[in-house]
Nanobody, 124 residues
Framework: QVQLVESGGGLVQAGGSLRLSCVASRRTFSNYAMGWFRQAPGKEREFVTA????????YYADSVKDRFTISRDNAKNTVYLQMNSLKLEDTAVYYC?????????????????WGQGTQVTVSS
């Protein structure tokens, strides 16, 4: 069992930045590929980005490419999401998720563990 706790969400103006963190409970965090998803009100949960367990490969949704950056610190059991140039449409609850494999992508079914989410609100 892996428990994931996100933090770092909040209210930010359009064009601003936020960094989300997700801390995992397991010491074997490095065995898991990690991803971030988001869900806006009235919409389905969607893939944002993912990172392989060895940090060598990353994937991004087209909507966030060149604005968001995923990274991880296996020594701290933490995955990060740096969000720059935020837009109104980035407003959502952001979830981190863990997959018991080396590489993972956009398919939510690949992920076994989910955090409770952190709210990001972008204002004009």
């Amino acid at each position: 069992q892996v428990q994931l706790v996100e933090s770092g969400g909040g209210l930010v103006q359009a064009g601003g930045s936020l960094r989300l963190s997700c801390v995992a409970s397991r010491r074997t965090f490095s065995n898991y590929a990690m991803g971030w998803f988001r869900q806006a009100p009235g919409k389905e949960r969607e893939f944002v980005t993912a990172i392989s367990r060895n940090r060598m490969r990353t994937y991004y949704a087209d909507s966030v490419k060149d604005r968001f950056t995923i990274s991880r610190d296996n020594a701290k059991n933490t995955v990060y999401l740096q969000m720059n140039s935020l837009k109104l449409e980035d407003t959502a609850v952001y979830y981190c998720a863990a997959a018991d494999r080396s590489i993972v992508g956009a398919d939510m079914r690949e992920y076994s563990y989910w955090g409770q989410g952190t709210q990001v609100t972008v204002s004009s």
